[in-house]
């Protein structure tokens, strides 16, 4: 039995042989990368360099859209090393800082869009209250609380996964992911079973039920509202709640395939879809709310407008 400390490094069996489109494939995920950091940074910017953005709505859609960059920042410059090397390892230490940093990003982006939901049942259940009730102050703590909340609770997982006394180092994935070294394990992990449930109870199941409580808030003022209230519930909770949808159908089945044999799904698929929540999330949020929210789509806009002058 060896230590995670002592194993130097780990495999990746899920990659195979792309022959002749192996540089076709690291230009078309480059490119991928590069749309992610352009769409992103330039909402960013939009949001800061913009005064009337200045608003709650906007200040969380910027945490999201940095989240967005730091989740991608750990898996895509990994991902096109690998895509180029023969050998498909990485070593131990990466390997966990790789755990960290998408762990961490689920997390965030969970956190993000339940707090998100609660700033827009506030903004349509209580209008006339909103500007008291989400207050600048609210909306750093909010956020750095989102943040810290992740932080911490990825940190305690890694710790535990670190400490496992490990029986192999082979990882039938493209990344690496903590539930993959849990099965490498030879000492008990009843530890890290428990405080997995418990994090993930934390960080989903309580994201998502604030999220539904606010919507089925929302949904019963709409019901008995004015038309104005419903249009701006849907201009303003449709980007969001596709987000939401788009964000948990990956962590779904990543955790699907993580946990039961998908090998009846084939391996170009599982694969896929097993990147599809870090690859396809951070530029499904910037291009979502980029179209749908009409005060960022007219920023933008005039923003080229005036470099194009």
Known sequence: MLNSTQVPFFTLAAYFDTKQFKYLLFMFVLSLYVLIIGSN???IVVICVTRSLHEPMFLFLCSLFVNELFGSLGLF???LVQILSDVHIIPAPLCFLQIFCLYTYAGIEFFNLAIMSYDRYLAICHPLNYHSLMTLKKVAVFIAAAWIAAFLTVSCTTSLSFSLQLCGNVINKMYCDNYSI???ACSDVTVNNIYGLISTAFCVFGSVGIILYT???ILKVCFSGSKQTRQKAVSTCSPHLAS???FSFGICFEVLQSRFNMSS???MIRVLLSLYYITCQPLFSPVMYGLKLSKIRKMWKRL???KLK
């Open 41 to 43: 940074v330039l909402l």
């Open 77 to 79: 410059p990994f991902l």
């Open 182 to 184: 849990v099965k490498l």
């Open 215 to 217: 919507y089925m808030r």
């Open 244 to 246: 939401l949808i788009n």
């Open 265 to 267: 799904v084939p391996n």
């Open 304 to 306: 080229f407008r005036k």
